[in-house]
């Protein structure tokens, strides 16, 4: 093997050192023969010791090997270099080098073993070109001025080095591999640095604000180029309700999953239901409409709705269940839009569901749009469930009250949006903000409030509220809550970062504060924060 | 405050059709009279009972009372299955409730365990879909024998999340009636179930058994743990002073497999299952319970599933009625036509004409009556069938000597029929039945004589009955039942040991000891005349045994198809959906769903006419970890803007890249991200 004289021979340039000059070269390094890396640091005391350690103890099997090894001159003490491939790869390559020698020293070769022997070579070449790589690099880095006069790995070196090699090898290839199973192209995709994308920026493009949007999506959604084969799938959907009513009596509840809109399909459910009843004769069929994409939604209100419903005097879970089952002859048909929706993600939620779901007078059925719904149910609130699933992919784009179009583009951009989580929102991020933060949001809530009384109704609906950034100012140094501007400017820089105060100036450079929330919801903040 | 768009919706509103009542203003009890009395039904009531009537199948042509015959079979197959199943699981957890009941009333703890709190450790395995049907017995049963002294509290980690609440709960649902004693009344017992002690905050359960036993010695006070993994992991992780304060037991409850297979034995193999579950299901639900943990009421609800999809779904499940005799008028010709169809339908008729019988052929093909006829006693062909392979199954279980699980062999027993000649199989018992010592066939005589008398209760299997063949059998076992016991009665008197020429025992000792063929026949040799005759008996018993059981291959039989469901698609779309690929595929390839024109071309590939979100998925799937928005509304605009074919213009797209973009996030495939601007993350690899 010519081409890989150099290599071993520097390889054995760098070893010798540490061995005694009786080794033979075929001896392959056992695992104690590996000095510990610790020691490797210190090179000069370890070489010593290690000197002193082989030569005093002197192996029979190494002496005898010597002598039954004529073939020192061949030049394969490659593999002499203790490798810093892993243990596996090292004893394929050991064993592959044996067969390989082997078969020299015996010299007779049947068919059978040049097919064996083949193979052997592969191993041996593969991890050689590694080895290659690897030497190169040991090259470098002496050139660069390491002292360290032994290449023995150590277990500090090897980690450097290797990120050495993984970069080179991706500039080798710049092109990503192709067709990667999903799991390999994400630990691809997220490798450190791998990420480089433009820095375009949409600041060109003015974005879409809400009127603009509605105008024009309601002239667009009027020249859908597959609105009737849009409307042909959702036929095909209709024409699967005698089924699922079928299955909805027999106590199995449905969820509907797919992309698409499944709203309008669902109301002609709703509708198909109230002329073909999944109960049996002589029970009241009631049907209720939960849209569980309403920011808003809450579990009180849900039960309260559902209660008038049947007409239960209560409004608590047991209390419903327990009405339903003194009444037999009514029954509850609950079509809930979006159960994964973002709101009803609280387990809470979904377990008093599915325990109404469980009852036998409560027929459930349930649209679902994202794919990883099946993650917010545990065995247990399955199991309740009895859902059957089907695939109700409709293609119908979602209505403004499903989905909030431009705030959520633009949240997702990371622009200003008009809504911040709410009261839900602003507690969640005062919680985790000391003690005179909450203080000064609470005054700035207080003022505002302040002002918006003094407005009276004078204000016109939109325009928010602001106070005077100064004023503010001197009244948090009176109650306390800072003692210098600094001090005020970082307590404000928390809110902002939160997006739970804007400020802008006005005609005349005056700095003002306002809070993006309505009227309802500050008194909410202020109820909380006071309490 | 942001402004809803005004379509906004209230959170919950009743949909205008609430208040329509589905029943008629006709009241129900007279209905029912009505029905009792006519036996055809009303033209009236049929108007009201149209909500509720299966669709015609046929395309249609189906007449409307076989559809209802089909819904009527439904309607009475199932329940009974219903019923049958929930005693099956009612008795596996009757047991461990009695057990439980037992430790909490008994005095045990009152003398060796004083002061402590008495805790029962429930051992539920780890499907917790099962617990709460055990706690809620439990409670049942507490109520019952507590005679309202003893008062049960539930909890489940997801409700109880911190003391105070838990607190809260107990002394709500526990105290309701004793707080005004206060310790007063010694009667009063409180048993408090953490039903899912795995999911509780170790310092929770801590806290509360500390404050119940310091209450002990007022209120009495006693705790019931669910435990999915073991006592000595949930000890771990309480404190020792915890440990201390606890005087336990362990209980275990019947392990899922064995619950399932005895809801098999019951439900899906017994005698009172009118539909055969085919092999290929039965084996693909099985494997979905052990794979996914699933609860027993999982595979219930497939095997209910798989009823309601071949009644509602096969126009040809109306033969299967109850009644021997089908109705004549029932039958029109797209049922002989679609029987005509049927695979066993054919390989019927092939087998005939192979065989020589062209007549017969002829007439099933050409003669509708003949035909009809055919149909008519194919129902007592399957209960032959099914009796056969009941009784083959018990019997091969009363051996004792299958070392397959009775769902294995079933399913064997489906797909492959059953054959003791056949070796290696599910049923090559004859070895180990030739081996057995003179005991062990006289047990074994025993056991199948009571399975022929009395049948397998968990199968429903009644036993042979008290024809002849029942009589005649009885009479076999009972003579070759005296052969043995005389036989052993001889060799007794003469002391020797009886042995047959299978047993082992002769066949080691020349193995081990001389291993040359000479020795072999005389050994053969040795056997005395009882052990010939007892050889004799063994071979008797065998050719018997032979000959009561075995059957044929469901898939062998005429018109198998009526009554055998074995689809794998509607269950696996049904139960185990597979929502990603769905979504991808509907966003990769809208053509599948839309069937649209315009998108023919493109399979699977990128083009302009494609739905927005369809386009911004090829791009997505294309991009990286990171994604800039600019870089994308670029690409998206040069394959629909004014430049292309499509020439939408820029803010026409852009709105329609808004919602194509704010449909990516709702389904959660991109998020936010502050690395760069306008930049988001790719959050899902598919």
């Not at chain 2, 957890?93 to 703890?109: A, C, G, K, P």
């Amino acid at each position: 093997m010519p081409p890989k004289k150099t290599t071993n021979q520097k390889a054995a340039a760098r070893v010798p050192r540490k061995r005694p000059a009786t080794t033979d070269p075929y001896e392959i390094p056992e695992e104690d023969e590996i000095e510990p890396p610790k020691r490797r640091r210190h090179a000069a005391t370890a070489a010593a010791d290690t000197d002193d350690a082989t030569v005093s103890t002197p192996s029979a099997s190494r002496l005898k090997k010597t002598v039954a090894t004529p073939i020192k001159l061949n030049g394969l003490n490659g593999i002499d270099t203790p490798s810093r491939k892993n243990n596996a790869d090292r004893s394929a390559r050991r064993k592959s080098a044996r067969a390989l020698v082997d078969r020299v020293i015996s010299g007779a070769i049947s068919d059978d073993e040049a097919e064996e022997g083949d193979i052997a070579r592969e191993i041996y070449e593969s991890s050689e070109d590694e080895e290659d790589e690897e030497d190169e690099e040991g090259e470098e880095e002496n050139l660069n001025g390491e002292t360290e006069p032994t290449t023995t790995p150590s277990k500090f070196a090897p980690g450097r080095k290797r990120k050495t090699t993984t970069t080179r090898t991706r500039k080798r290839s710049p092109t990503p591999p192709r067709d990667l199973p999903p799991h390999e192209q994400y630990f691809f995709q997220n490798k450190p640095g791998l990420s480089k994308t433009s820095n375009n920026t949409l600041s060109s493009l003015q974005l879409l604000t809400h009127d603009e949007y509605f105008s024009l999506s309601r002239d667009l959604s009027s020249a859908n180029p597959h609105k009737t084969d849009i409307t042909h799938l959702a036929s095909l959907h209709v024409s699967s309700f005698p089924q699922w009513a079928f299955e909805l009596s027999q106590s199995f509840s449905l969820c509907l999953y797919g992309y698409g809109s499944k709203r309008q399909i669902l109301h002609k459910f709703a509708t198909y239901l109230s002329s073909h009843p999944p109960c049996s004769l002589g029970q009241a069929n009631k049907i209720v409409i939960i849209n569980g994409y309403t920011p808003s939604i809450t579990i009180r209100e849900l039960l309260c709705s559902l209660a008038s419903a049947v007409s239960s005097p209560t409004t608590t879970l047991p209390g419903i269940l327990s009405y339903l089952t003194t009444h037999p002859n009514t029954t509850l048909t609950i079509l809930l839009n979006s159960v994964s929706s973002p709101h009803l993600r609280k387990g809470s939620f979904q377990s008093i569901i599915s325990t109404l779901a469980s009852h036998a007078q409560v027929y459930l059925c349930c649209t679902t749009d994202s794919p990883d719904f099946a993650l917010l149910w545990d065995s247990a609130v399955g199991t309740n469930f009895r859902f059957l699933y089907h695939d109700c992919t409709t293609f119908c784009s979602y209505s403004p009250s499903e989905m909030e179009v431009v705030d959520s583009v633009h949240e997702l951009l990371g622009r200003k949006t008009r809504r911040v989580g709410g009261k839900e929102g602003v507690a969640f991020v005062l919680r985790s903000l000391p003690e005179n933060a909450k203080s000064l949001f609470r005054l700035l809530v207080g003022e505002v409030l302040c002002a918006d009384e003094g407005d009276g109704q004078g204000q016109g609906q939109g325009e928010e509220i602001s106070v005077e950034y100064r004023m503010v100012y001197n009244k948090a140094v009176e109650e306390f809550i800072c003692s210098s501007e600094m001090a005020f400017r970082t307590l404000l820089k928390e809110f902002h970062d939160h997006q739970i105060i804007t400020s802008h100036k006005d005609a005349l450079g005056t700095e003002l504060l306002s809070l993006p929330f309505g009227k309802e919801e500050l008194e909410g903040i202020l109820e909380e924060l006071t309490t | 405050m942001f402004t809803a768009p005004p379509t906004t919706t209230a959170a919950t509103n009743t949909s205008p059709t609430t208040t329509t009542k589905s029943a008629p203003g006709r009241p129900a009890k007279r209905r029912r009279v009505s029905e009792k009395d006519t036996a055809a039904p009303l033209p009236a009531q049929e108007k009201d009972d149209e909500g509720r009537q299966w669709p015609r199948l046929f395309n249609g042509f189906e007449s409307p009372s076989a559809a209802d015959l089909r819904k009527k079979t439904y309607e009475s197959a199932w329940p009974v299955l219903e019923s049958e199943i929930e005693s099956v699981l009612r008795d596996a957890n009757r047991q461990t409730l009695e057990e439980v009941v037992e430790f909490l009333n008994s005095d045990v703890h009152e003398c060796e365990g004083r002061g402590r709190v008495p805790a029962g450790f429930i051992i539920t395995g780890p499907n917790i879909a099962g617990q709460d049907l055990l706690f809620s017995q439990l409670g049942d049963v507490l109520a019952e024998r507590g005679e309202g002294r003893v008062r049960f509290v539930r909890l489940k980690a997801g409700e109880v999340g911190n003391l105070k609440g838990g607190l809260k709960r107990i002394v709500r649902e526990g105290m309701g009636g004793v707080e005004g004693g206060d310790g007063g009344e010694g009667g009063g017992r409180v048993v408090v179930a953490f039903q899912d002690s795995e999911a509780f905050d170790t310092g929770l359960v801590g806290e509360l058994v500390g404050l119940f036993h310091s209450w002990q010695d007022r209120i009495q006070f006693s705790v019931l743990f669910g435990i999915a993994t073991s006592v000595e992991l949930f000890q771990a992780r309480q404190l020792k002073a915890t440990a201390r304060q606890l005087y336990g037991a362990q209980f275990d409850v019947v392990q899922a497999n064995a619950v399932l297979e005895s809801v098999i034995m019951a439900a899906v193999a017994g005698a009172k299952a009118q539909l055969r579950i085919g092999p290929g299901l039965l084996r693909k639900l099985v494997r979905r319970q052990q794979e996914h943990v699933a609860g027993v009421g999982a595979f219930v609800s497939s095997l209910k599933y798989a009823y309601m999809n071949h009644f509602y779904a096969n126009p040809l499940s109306a033969l299967l009625v109850d009644g021997q005799k089908l109705d004549k008028e029932i039958l029109q010709p797209e049922h002989l036509e679609a029987v005509r169809m049927l695979e066993s339908f054919k390989s019927h008729v092939e087998q005939s004409v192979e065989d020589g019988r062209l007549d017969h052929a002829r007439l099933l093909l050409e003669n509708d009556d003949y035909l009809k006829g055919r149909i008519n006693r194919q129902a007592a062909k399957r209960q032959q069938y099914l009796g056969k392979l009941l009784q083959s199954l018990a019997l091969v279980i009363a051996t004792e000597h299958s070392k397959r699980s009775f769902v294995e062999l079933y399913e064997a027993a489906l797909e492959e029929g059953i054959s003791l000649d056949q070796s290696p199989g599910p049923f090559d018992l004859g070895d180990a039945i030739k081996r057995s010592t003179p005991e062990e066939l006289i047990g074994l005589i025993k056991r199948v004589m009571t399975v022929v008398v009395d049948g397998n209760p968990s199968l429903h299997w009644n036993g042979m009955g008290i024809g002849q063949d029942a009589e005649a059998a009885i009479d076999k076992f009972e003579a070759l039942r005296a052969d043995v016991e005389r036989l052993i009665e001889t060799s007794k008197k003469k002391k020797t040991s009886l042995k047959s020429k299978y047993s082992s025992q002769s066949r080691v000792l020349r193995t081990t000891v001389v291993a040359q063929k000479v020795q072999l026949s005389r050994d053969t040799a040795t056997l005395t005349e009882e052990d010939n005759a007892f050889t004799a008996a063994i071979d008797d018993f065998f050719a018997f045994f032979k000959t009561l059981v075995g059957c044929e291959p469901l898939s062998n039989l005429f018109l198998n198809e009526v009554w055998q469901y074995d689809y794998h698609l509607p269950y696996e779309d049904v139960f185990v959906p597979r929502p990603g690929a769905t979504f991808a595929r509907a966003l990769s390839r809208p053509h599948d769903y839309l069937g649209c024109a315009c998108c023919d071309k493109a399979n699977g590939s990128m083009v302009g006419t494609l739905p927005a979100t369809s386009i911004l998925y090829h791009l997505y799937s294309e991009a990286g970890a990171s994604i800039n928005v600019a870089d994308l509304w670029a690409a998206y605009y040069a394959l629909v803007g004014e430049d292309s074919e499509i020439g939408m213009d820029e803010r026409s797209a852009l709105v329609l890249f808004y919602r194509g973009l704010a449909e990516m996030r709702a389904m959660g495939f991109v998020k936010q991200s502050k690395k760069k601007a306008d930049h988001i993350a790719k959050l899902k690899w598919l």
